[in-house]
């Protein structure tokens, strides 16, 4: 069974910072997705960026980016330039790309504050 | 707004009782997935239905079943319930590969 781990539970960083959150999974698959979803205090699930196993380059959507290494079964996600409206709490999921379910597999979370 | 709509928002009942969680998936949306949210198990996968017919089955109790409509909404129905089913219901939705959507959940507490 798959599995992902986020190991920090909290991070801080300053407005304007970089910070960079951690994930590891586990898998025997070789085709799956990964994603980073954000959770701010309002509760709703937000999709911050998708990353397809497949692909060797890494994803980016403006102030977001990811270190995806696939030997490692690491998917860590940059913030670049934090800012306020950051803060949340952040979600790292698993998707196999095999069979016909889009289930995710979630790790614990990081909750993330970003300080003026 | 991610289009998927869950009611109620908020459900407050009794040990013992029976509730039911609704959910309307976005327009085009085949899947429907339910997920728990508490603070000691994290985010678990319950069930996935598409078009109608149960796909994938995660953490499910036996006190709880799904079921998805011909319109393509969906209910969780959640029975019997104890003081450790309080947690936060969210259904998703998807089309294909397409990544998850998802609703803004149903706080549910269990007193």
Redesign the interface.
């Known amino acids: 069974a798959q599995t992902v781990t986020q190991s920090q539970p909290e991070m801080s960083v300053q407005e304007a910072e970089t910070v960079t959150l951690s994930c590891t999974y586990d898998t025997s698959e070789s085709d799956y997705?990964l994603?980073w979803?954000k959770q701010p205090p309002?509760?709703?699930?937000?999709?911050v960026i998708?990353q397809e196993a497949y692909k060797q380059q890494n994803a980016t959507e403006n102030r977001f980016s990811v270190n995806f290494q696939k030997a490692a079964k690491s998917f860590s996600l940059k913030i670049s330039d934090s800012q306020l409206g950051d803060a949340a709490m952040y979600?790292c999921a698993y998707r196999s790309?095999a069979?016909?379910?889009?289930?995710?597999?979630?790790?614990?979370?990081t909750t993330l504050q970003v300080k003026p | 707004d991610s289009g998927v709509t869950q009611t109620p928002k908020h459900l407050i009942t009794a040990t013992g009782q029976r509730v039911t969680l609704r959910c309307s998936p976005r327009s085009g949306d085949l899947s429907v997935y339910w997920y728990q949210q508490s603070l000691d198990q994290g985010l678990q996968f319950l069930i996935q239905y598409y078009n109608g017919e149960e796909r994938a089955k995660g953490n499910i109790l036996e006190r709880f079943s799904a079921q998805q409509f011909p319109d393509l909404h969906s209910e969780l129905n959640l029975s019997s319930l104890e003081l450790g089913d309080s947690a936060l219901y969210f259904c998703a939705s998807s089309v294909d590969d397409s990544p998850l959507h998802f609703g803004n959940g149903t706080r549910l507490t269990v007193t």
């Open positions: 997705y994603f979803y309002s509760r709703q699930m937000i999709l998708r979600f790309a069979g016909n379910t889009g289930k995710l597999i979630f790790g614990q979370g």
